[in-house]
């Protein structure tokens, strides 16, 4: 009896690994075609970027929580597996109907090319990448699939299993997966299914005889394998001559028209746990909706001013840093950062001031925001009174001494001290609308977060850390808080609820920065404390205890650790 039928187990293994190794050829060849034309335009990227910017709000937020920093490679990671079992399921599908998985696998390419195309800095060619990997997917399937099953899938038979020679009932063939080479009995085969005497057939007990040609699987694997690997390597490669990193290497910034003097020493307490001051820039906090790092040269930047404004502006890199360069030290955060968060950091930065520029542009009465874009589609949306009010708001190129990193917005992006960085520090930016917050709405604000966002008041305790045991006797509490703009007056320390007493506050260069304070006449004794803290800012406002969630406008609330002394 011959009949159609998806034969045994372990052609089913078989099957689903062959869907696999198509499902690399795909994502393989889509690495090399966007290598060639555009690495943001990768298959997993584009899908990862769409995600990212069409993941419900709720969702993003206990990613962030939950991964933090991690938070991409969990993304990366999570569509990998989604697209390895749909690769597997088709390549089952592959077996019976060999058309529809042929059409599955074109149809992700489709999804894929919609995100690439529907990126908001999407180029014609970005379609290119997932609709031609998914087209050698395909096809690879379809060759793989004949070349593991040269007869097809005619089922040897759908009789029941003979009894077991003990007696005992023989398992069905849905109990056990796949089995041990051991098994293959040749032998025991009946003859009436036995296949080209040429191809080994595998045997499971009570199972039905898989009908692939097995050196056909594993010269179709390796080969997709290698196709896939050689495939994404050489994207990989051809995407790095796009790299901006040595055009980075060769910007010489200019001196500062206005420089500042060094950092004052006793802005940095120097205790071990404490955080420096100036925080170096691998150690500065990244946060950006960007999977892959946008590749400007600075060559070729153009900023872009335009909208409510007399004399719209376009200006060059060279142009920019021939203007009179200021240097500011600004501590970024991050409206994301939670009490006792670290998306927090602190640099001396270098910069073309972003009012002289507007006020060049001549703004329009009425205009109250502008509207900042990054090279690759994210929006900021800034108020106009708060860059105008005389504060250091920059067009940055310089972070620490050094052009900015890549990751931090190289070639340029904005800095406004006192504005959380959603709504102020806009990397790689290359336009700036002027604008109204009634006509137009920014990435995070179309998401439920605030439309402005001044930096609250915040304190954190660094050290002791919190949850560690310390031993008894003297012990330092120290930490930093900030209030952007406004400047940190006081910090107090709490120790089990006792009578708040007055830290010592560090140096600071100005009022744009966190300010370091420890509290040095603790000792601690044995057992469990709990440590609190709040800051006053110039204003004369202190921190209160409500607690306030990151969404919609940042967190608020005390600062509390417990410890353990013994
Ligand atoms: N282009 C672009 N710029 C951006 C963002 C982004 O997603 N894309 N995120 C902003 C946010 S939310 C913050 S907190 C700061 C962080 O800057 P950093 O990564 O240099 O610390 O960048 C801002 N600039
Ligand atoms: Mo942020």
């Known amino acids: 009896m011959t009949e159609k039928g998806t034969g045994s187990r372990a052609d089913a293994w078989a099957a689903a690994l062959l869907g696999l190794v198509a499902g690399a050829v795909a994502l393989g060849v889509g690495q090399l075609v966007a290598g060639l034309v555009s690495p943001k335009a990768a298959p997993v990227i584009a899908v990862g970027d769409a995600t990212v910017d069409h993941t419900p709000q709720a969702v993003k937020d206990w990613a962030i929580r939950t991964f933090g920093a991690a938070d991409k490679i969990v993304l990366i990671g999570g569509i990998m597996v989604v697209l390895a079992l749909v690769a597997a399921g088709l390549g089952l599908l592959a077996r019976t109907r060999p058309g ?3 059409a599955g696998l074109l149809a992700f390419g489709a999804l894929g090319a919609a995100a690439a195309a529907t990126r908001p800095d999407a180029a014609p060619l970005d379609v290119l990448p997932s609709l031609l990997g998914a087209a050698a997917g395909a096809w690879s399937l379809r060759l793989l699939t004949h070349r593991t099953w040269p007869d097809g899938f005619a089922a040897p038979h759908h009789d029941e299993p003979p009894p077991a020679p003990d007696g005992t009932e023989t398992r069905p063939a849905g109990v056990r997966m796949a089995e041990p080479l051991a098994d293959v009995r040749t032998e025991d085969r009946p003859a009436e299914v036995r296949p080209a005497e040429v191809r080994p057939v595998v045997m499971r007990a009570g199972g039905e005889p898989a009908r692939f040609d097995r050196r056909g699987l594993l010269t179709g694997v390796a080969a997709g394998v ?3 690997g050689v495939g994404g390597l050489a ?18 910034l200019p001196r500062p028209a206005k420089a500042l003097p060094p950092i004052p020493a006793g802005a940095d307490l120097r205790l071990r746990d404490l955080g420096p001051f100036v925080t170096p820039n691998r150690d500065f906090y990244r946060v950006d909706t960007a999977l892959i790092l946008p590749q400007v040269d600075p060559k070729t930047w153009k900023l872009k001013i335009h909208g409510m404004v007399d004399r719209p502006v376009e200006i060059t890199f060279d142009q920019l840093v021939r203007r009179p360069l200021t240097e500011a030290d600004v501590t970024l955060t991050c409206v994301s950062n939670d009490v006792g968060g670290q998306y927090v950091g602190n640099a001396r930065w270098l910069g073309a001031s972003l ?22 589609g994210w929006t900021s949306g800034t108020p106009v009174d708060v860059v105008m009010d005389g504060r250091d708001a920059l067009l940055a190129v310089g972070m620490n001494g050094e052009a900015l990193p890549l990751s931090h917005g190289f070639p340029v992006r904005q800095v406004v001290p006192g504005l959380y960085g959603y709504v102020s520090a806009t990397k790689w930016i290359t336009e ?4 109204r917050y009634d006509r137009d709405e920014a990435y995070w604000t179309e998401r439920g977060w605030a ?3 001044p930096i609250k008041t915040q304190s954190r305790i ?13 012990t330092p509490i120290a930490g930093v808080a900030w209030a952007q703009h406004k400047g940190i007056d006081a910090v107090e320390v709490r120790v089990d609820k006792g009578p708040w007493r007055q830290a010592r506050l560090a140096d600071v260069p100005g009022i744009d920065t966190w300010r370091q304070w420890v509290l040095d006449g603790w000792t601690a004794t044995p057992g469990d404390h709990t440590i609190e803290v709040r800051a006053t800012d110039a204003t004369g406002y202190t921190q209160t205890p409500d607690y306030a969630p990151v969404i919609p406008d940042g967190a608020a609330g005390w600062h509390s650790i417990l410890i353990t002394v013994k």
């Open 100 to 102: 529809w998985a042929g």
């Open 432 to 435: 700036i609308k002027v604008t």
């Open 226 to 228: 290698v196709v896939a």
């Open 451 to 453: 439309a402005k966002g």
């Open 235 to 252: 994207g990989r490669a051809l995407g790095g001559r796009l790299d901006v990193g040595t055009a980075r290497a060769e910007v010489a």
């Open 355 to 376: 009012s002289a520029l507007l006020r060049e542009a001549g703004l329009r009465s009425g205009a109250d925001m502008l509207l900042s874009t990054s090279s690759d």
């Open 462 to 474: 660094d050290l002791p850390r919190g949850g560690s045991t310390v031993p008894p006797g003297p």
